[in-house]
């Protein structure tokens, strides 16, 4: 028994996706004009495909799980269940107008055109905002179309914005923030969904030790107590006596997003010799 996994075959997810498995300890060999490759070290055959049929595969089970964008899975609208969000391919779908207009609110889209590869999240998006907007759905280089006359806004993906403002054209609304998700067919076997288990498991941990980071410092013990008090830890921090008296050093475990906020009161505590070191694994 294999857990069959269908990941984009070139393009932005591509890469991330083959990473992360490997980061799960999962040996692949490359897949280059392959459609379909096994794992040495574990019970898994990768399907190399487009993204847009990645959902339509998951559901009708030629694939057991997938990794894809939230912003396919919404559009698609199969029958998956998205189970973990991974944490790359971050984006958000967005309508966007020339920059010459006046734009207030969603009331300016009344009776407009939008040109957009995802008519099916805008459509929604437009009915749970009252808006009869007019969706024209075309294939790609979505945001030459106000340019030439094709639609008054479009909706389309952004990351930077480059591309928009290359364009001529302003982000007024943001309809949908993705990222990729893995996603799962309905009817997984038992046996299947222990693997997923396995995997998910892995890449849990991974995911954490991207979010951690370890630090280690050293305190004079008469502020032993305020620092520890700044630092969360997995259970309390660890103490342990330096070869000098008076002092400790302290290591903990710092999540990335309060990381330079809490530095800084460490310093003002009158913390040393502060080392922060990346986390290679981290179950808890
Ligand atoms: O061949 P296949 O069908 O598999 O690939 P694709 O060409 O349909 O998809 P691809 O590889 O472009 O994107 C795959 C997934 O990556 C998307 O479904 C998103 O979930 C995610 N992603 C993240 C993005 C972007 N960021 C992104 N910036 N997908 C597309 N873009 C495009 C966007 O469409 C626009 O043209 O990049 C341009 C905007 O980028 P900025 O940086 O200029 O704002
Ligand atoms: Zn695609």
Redesign the pocket.
């Known amino acids: 028994m294999v857990l069959r996994v269908a990941i ?6 591509n890469e991330d996706s083959m990473k992360l498995l490997k980061e799960c300890g999962i040996d692949i060999a490359n897949g280059v004009n392959k459609l379909r490759t096994e794992a040495s070290n574990f019970p898994i055959e990768v399907y190399f495909l ?3 049929d990645i959902p339509q595969y998951v559901e009708d089970g030629v694939a057991d799980i997938g990794f894809v ?4 899975v919404y559009e698609k609208n199969k029958k998956v269940e998205v189970v973990e969000q991974l944490g790359f ?3 958000r779908l967005s309508i966007a107008v020339s920059r010459n207009e006046v734009y207030n609110d969603v009331s300016y889209l009344h009776g407009k055109r939008i040109a957009t590869t995802y008519p099916v999240i805008v459509r929604k998006f437009m009915e749970e905002k009252g808006v009869n907007a007019e969706i024209h759905e075309i294939s790609g280089s979505v ?1 030459i179309a106000p340019g030439i006359g094709l639609a008054d806004a479009i909706c ?9 403002f290359m364009n001529g054209l302003k982000e007024v609304e943001t309809v949908l923030k ?1 990222q ?1 998700v893995l996603i799962k067919s309905s009817d997984l076997n038992e046996e299947k969904q222990r693997l997923l288990d396995k995997l998910l498991f892995r890449i849990k941990a991974v995911k954490r030790s991207k979010n951690n980071k370890y630090i280690l410092l050293n305190a004079p013990n008469d502020k032993l107590s305020e620092i520890i008090g700044l630092l969360p830890g997995m259970k309390s921090p660890t103490v342990l006596p330096l070869a000098e008296s008076g002092w400790s050093s302290v290591h903990s475990v710092l999540k990335e997003s309060d990381f330079w906020e809490i530095i800084e009161k460490l310093k003002e505590a009158g913390a040393q010799g502060i080392l922060v070191v990346p986390i290679e694994k981290m179950i808890i």
Not at 8 to 13: A, T, V
Not at 69 to 72: D, L
Not at 156 to 164: A, K
């Open positions: 984009q075959k070139s393009g932005r997810l487009r993204d847009d964008g939230e912003n396919v391919g971050k984006c945001e389309d993906l952004v990351s930077s914005g480059s591309t928009l993705s990729a």
